[in-house]
């Protein structure tokens, strides 16, 4: 069972994890993310990160942070950040478990819709956000806004 619990951006397990997906952009699209992120963005109540533990050790993670952006008809929307479960506890239903729990943490601080970028290499991410409730976006944000590679997802929090 995947223990799911609240860390700092910059607790061991949290770096440990961001490395090991950053490995991960670095060798489908030739470098590591360059979205700015700040510590600060991710300590409630403006945002969360969380690890994933399997008997204690650390094998997925996920944060949320505050944006604002207008998507599907609202402002109170936060943006998905990290998710990631490592190669050797994939397809047990972490990711999704993750999912499920930064939803419900984003909608509990007071926001009605989660966005999120991907990229067009990470095929199941892809199927995961699609099959889980988020449609593309015609608009973009960030670093990434007008990269050709950059998908754009939200979807609407409901209680």
């Known amino acids: 069972m995947l223990e ?5 951006y910059d607790h061991p397990d949290a ?11 670095v060798d489908r699209y030739g470098g590591p993310d360059s979205s700015p992120m700040d510590a600060e963005e991710f300590t409630p109540p403006t945002g969360a990160f969380f690890v994933g533990y399997l008997e204690g050790v650390p094998v997925a993670s ?3 942070r505050h944006v604002g952006l207008e998507a599907l008809g609202s402002t ?4 998905l950040k990290r998710m990631y479960v490592v190669e050797e506890a994939q397809r047990r239903g ?3 478990r993750m999912l499920a729990h930064l939803e419900g943490a984003a909608r509990a601080a007071g ?17 995961l956000y699609g099959s889980s409730g988020y449609e593309r976006l015609n608009l973009g944000w960030g670093p990434y806004a007008c ?6 997802f939200a979807k609407r929090l409901t209680p």
């Open 4 to 8: 799911i619990a609240r860390v700092p």
């Open 15 to 25: 770096l440990t994890l961001m490395e090991r997906v950053q490995a991960i952009y």
């Open 62 to 64: 996920g944060a949320w």
């Open 76 to 79: 109170a929307t936060a943006e």
């Open 94 to 96: 972490f990711a999704r």
């Open 111 to 127: 926001h009605d819709v989660l966005v999120l970028t991907t990229g067009d290499r990470q095929p199941e991410a892809i199927t």
């Open 147 to 152: 990269h050709p590679g950059a998908l754009f």
